[in-house]
């Protein structure tokens, strides 16, 4: 079924898709009508993993196939109608926002994985797979994949993809863009487009794929991807450790990449406000403290290898370190319970949340930038809020830091705050001025104000921090040749 091209007055696209049955009715025909939720089949389904709201749209719509999904974006694009894809709806940028006229694509139908090929090492997989059923997948073949987040258990391959997501082991495999090997994909008009050869080279002409990861759904929709799969690593290895300077933990981080011999594959730092708001005994939900509160700074080293001498390095390389003067004190995980509860000091955001509100930041910089970083911003902080708390973790190795900014303690009796709702107006603005404190004094030093999680809507006015002109020129012209009418996820990142 084919629509006729949009009507001048149609092209602003300020009446809602709802007000026409036309273009539901032509998706149900083509998809099937359990295939196209709208009204009250939409109202049960939550936003976001931490908004609980009903999605806004105008339907959604769950194709099974890539054939699906081009006849999905062919409708859509005929009839003037932006589409919004949904992986695990895990991102915090306001990548997956949509409105009431929009049509959310869902790709939770598309997760099946079809092939794995120990020889290759290579495993094929639909967009909608589950990063954690990805990485099961590769254990059970004794092998393993690069990529690893706490979101694991929600995010999609296609998602993670859309994201060019990070996580714990970027130090060791690289982004998710490191993982791919070959990509699937439909463009706005229904085009598909496919590299699903999985060959490590391929050096002929453009590679469309690099465009397709990072571009938050704005080029193309992503419907199955080859993935790169890794050696495994049974045996790991893990501690966390005090230390006193960032200068100390810098040099740390180079003795242990040369001393572990390619082995280390995460290193983590948090500064001393979040380990003490994580293992704080008056909050029911805090972590046991595994070493004493004082230190200014803790790191969390990982080392994974294929066989018992990993352990040994390891020990010998902590050693080294002890004599060198850049650890102060360090617990070794003697367990896998033990290893999670060191790892929980880290991943515990569940405290910082019954903040209200708390903005939450996800930038990078370079290493040696980055306590005169935290120094000016949390100085500038305190000038507009004298009890503000700020806490700032993450994958140091990568450049990679977490930041959380709350302008009050936590009241007695606050409960966590998984909502990404409605704020206030006194919220937005105090937002917008946390914003700027951050990001301006992050443009100053050539950083990102996006390590992992994209732009979106969130980040969209900031982009040009990390951006030049001259990029943003070229992103433009590229959304325009891919997608002329602007179907694709209107109003992210550009």
Known sequence: MAFAPPSPAATDRSATLADSAAPIAALRTQLGDDAVL???????????????????????????????VADVLRLCNAAGCHVVTHGGRTGLAGGGDSSG???????????????????????????GTVLENVQHAADEAGLQF????????????????????GGLAVLRYGMMRAQVLGLEAVLADGTIVSSMKGLVKNNTGY?????????????????????????????????????????????????LSRDLDGTLNAFEVIWNPFYRLNTDTAQPDHVDAPL?????????????????????RFGDALENAFGQGLITDAV????????????????????????????????????GHMQAYLDRVHAALLERWPQ??????????DGNLHLMVAPEPIKPGAVVRHGLGEASEATLGAEAFSDRIVYDALRALGGSVSAEHGIGTKKKRWLGHSRSEAELTLMRTLKRALDPNGTLNPGKML
């Open 388 to 397: 503000v708390q700020f806490f700032a973790y993450g994958h140091l190795a």
């Open 207 to 255: 590679d469309w794929t690099q465009l397709m990861i990072g571009s938050e759904g704005t080029l193309g929709v992503v419907t199955r991807a080859v993935l790169r799969l890794r050696p495994a690593t049974p045996v790991v290895a893990t501690a966390l450790l005090g230390c006193e300077r960032l200068e100390q933990v810098s040099e740390l981080l180079g003795m």
């Open 146 to 165: 690069g990529l690893d987040l706490g979101a694991r258990g929600s995010c999609t391959v296609g998602g993670n993809i859309a994201t060019n997501a």
């Open 38 to 68: 709208c009204e009250d089949e939409l109202a049960a389904r939550a936003r976001h993993v931490w908004d609980a709201r009903s999605i806004d749209a105008a339907c959604l719509v769950r194709p099974s196939t890539t054939e699906q």
């Open 292 to 312: 004493e509160r004082n230190h200014p700074l803790y790191v969390i080293v990982e080392s994974r290898g294929s066989d018992e001498a990993t352990s040994a």
């Open 101 to 127: 006229s929009d049509v959310v694509l869902s790709l939770e139908r598309m997760r099946h994985i079809e092939s794995l090929d120990r020889a290759e090492r290579t495993i094929t997989v639909q967009a």
């Open 332 to 367: 070794v995980a003697g367990s896998e319970n033990d290893r999670q509860r060191l790892w929980a000091v880290r991943e515990q955001i569940e405290i910082a949340l019954k903040h209200d509100p708390v903005f939450v930041y996800d930038i990078s910089l370079a290493i």
